[in-house]
């Protein structure tokens, strides 16, 4: 806890806590100093944008068509053909002069209202406050216009989706869950009370993330609740083993819990998807037929797991990106050998490098400064004595050995034509909000060819949200959301990293203009 902490009373702790608490819950929260005020421009209502001489990418064959004429009019594309426009007047037309379109990318792994802080104390509150507003207009400046929220502070989200609605605040389409759909203690295995005063208090305003049922009759009457709030899917969490350093097994489903969930689920039109690390996890979601495997496996995966899961139609989100992040070379004098693989000493290098440079444009700096020195628990306590010391990270150990197993797995996955989306789990500590070019560029150190990399990142994303049939490519009759950029991502795909333009529902938005205030 920051020093300045220590010189309040209880009382006045609590009620500087309550404070911020209650202007954390309030929808036209003011005094955001580094959040950009902004106003995308685009044609007005019943009159056409046409964005002429562009290269649009077909992300699913992996071709470009070269200068194009995209026409949007009320937020639709209408048109996409190499004829030159009429245009009328009250329409615009915006040369884009041989620049590269792809669809909006898709984030369909991520928790927006989690601020990627590693604790919350006094210190950082303001800070964690503004990065709640900030990141959703972080992923739109990277050009997501599109998430799946995987597990959120329901009140929260639903204030700020109600914002984004008003046009008081830029950000994403927001495709969520509400809250977890966990069994009381289950993952995510932290009570944020146990974390900090602050925490306790701020969900009351927040609203929870977990649902942490005790019994069959709870768990109805909460997902009930949960989904009567929006939801188009639940989440699950299906592993019996704690990810937290010093902490072993968890509670887990009874089958009966999980016939329940299944059965809501189909009855409610619902997709399902599941955390999932272990084998465990795996099988039952293999028995149950669960949609969407998210995250990766820290145990190599048989040819007859692969074909079931390929045979199931069960999709996969595997935040590797997050994996490199967690699998912290903090915690060791020096790294085992059986970690010493070309594979992971390159995911360390590319991690320190990100981690040591300047990350205004993605978090507010001191939630990164204090989670760079919350690594030093690790060798200060060693990881069996974090948790009972109230210090709570994640084993690296579980997390190298899924950057052991991880590739090897989504390879096998790709090859038996297995649906891969791409997602950032942004929001846990020390993965950032509008970081969606960290995974898409992790999957190409793995293995996939640049064409791919971009059909995880919008065609296969808007089928895993089920959304395919309005995002994920530019056709006629598809949602005008696209994302232009100087270089050719299908030779560079690093090209991702700084967008031109970014246009969601036919609106334009410039990314410098959305920049951040240092």
């Avoid at 702790?13 to 929260?29: C, D, E, G």
């Avoid at 990100?354 to 939630?367: A, G, M, P, Q």
């Avoid at 096998?412 to 791409?422: E, L, N, P, R, T």
Wanted: proline share 4%; glycine share 8%; with cysteine.
């Amino acid at each position: 806890m920051n020093k300045n902490t220590f010189n309040l009373t209880r009382r006045e702790l609590l009620q500087k806590a309550a404070l911020s608490a209650a202007l954390l819950s309030l929808p036209n929260l003011t005094g955001f100093t580094s959040i950009p005020q902004y106003k995308p421009t685009g044609a007005p209502a019943g009159k056409t944008l046409y964005l002429t001489n562009a290269e649009v990418i077909d992300v699913v064959r992996g071709l470009i068509f070269s200068n194009q004429t995209i026409a949007v009019r009320d937020g639709i594309i209408r048109s996409v053909s190499s004829w030159v426009p009429d245009a009328r007047e009250g329409d615009v037309v915006l040369d884009l002069k041989n620049q590269y379109v792809l669809p909006g990318l898709i984030d369909a792994h991520c928790h927006i209202t989690m601020p990627g802080a590693s604790a919350l104390n006094a210190g950082v509150l303001w800070a964690v406050i503004n990065q709640l507003k900030r990141n959703y207009i972080q992923q739109i400046r990277q050009g997501v216009t599109t998430i799946r929220d995987m597990g959120a502070l329901p009140k929260t989200l639903h204030d700020n989706l109600a914002l984004i609605q008003k046009g008081e605040l830029i950000g994403p389409r927001v495709i969520y869950c509400n809250s977890f759909t966990n069994i009381n203690g289950g993952h995510p295995d932290l009570d944020p009370g146990e974390m900090s005063i602050l925490a306790g208090l701020l969900m009351a305003f927040t609203g929870h993330s977990n649902m942490w049922f005790k019994d069959t009759e709870e768990l109805k009457e909460k997902m009930r609740l949960n989904s009567a709030g929006g939801a188009s899917f639940i989440k699950l969490t299906m592993d019996k083993i704690s990810v937290l350093c010093g902490k072993g097994n968890i509670p887990a489903y009874s089958d009966e819990h999980l016939k329940i969930i299944f059965a809501f689920a189909q009855k409610n039109n619902l997709a399902t998807a599941g955390h999932i690390h272990t084998k465990f996890g795996f099988g039952r979601a293999l028995q149950f037929g669960l949609d969407s495997v998210e995250h990766s496996i820290n145990e190599l995966l048989t040819p007859e797991e692969i074909e079931t899961m390929a045979r199931k139609k069960i999709f996969t989100v595997p935040t590797m990106s997050v994996v490199q992040m967690i699998a912290a070379p903090e915690a060791y004098d020096e790294l085992p050998k059986k970690f010493r693989t070309d594979f992971i000493e390159q995911g360390i290098t590319e991690r320190r490098k990100y981690i040591d440079s300047n990350l205004t444009e993605f978090t507010e700096l001191s939630i990164h400064k204090a989670n760079l020195a919350h690594l030093a628990n690790y060798k200060k306590y060693g990881c069996e004595n974090l948790y009972k010391n109230k210090k709570y990270m994640a084993n690296p150990e579980f997390y190298f050995n899924i950057m052991l197993t991880g590739p090897a797995n989504l390879l096998a996955m790709k090859d038996a034509g297995i649906v891969i989306g791409c997602g950032t789990d942004a929001g846990v500590p020390l993965t950032y909000h509008g970081t969606l070019w960290r995974e898409m560029e992790m999957l190409g150190r793995i293995g996939f060819s640049n064409a791919e990399v971009l059909r995880c990142a919008t065609f296969n994303n808007a089928k895993i949200i089920g959304m395919v049939d309005k995002i994920g490519t530019v056709d006629t009759g598809k949602i005008a959301d696209m994302v232009i950029l100087k270089e050719n991502p299908l030779k560079k795909i690093e090209a991702c990293r700084r967008p031109s333009l970014v246009i969601k529902d036919g609106k334009i938005y410039d990314p410098e203009k959305l920049s951040f205030a240092t």
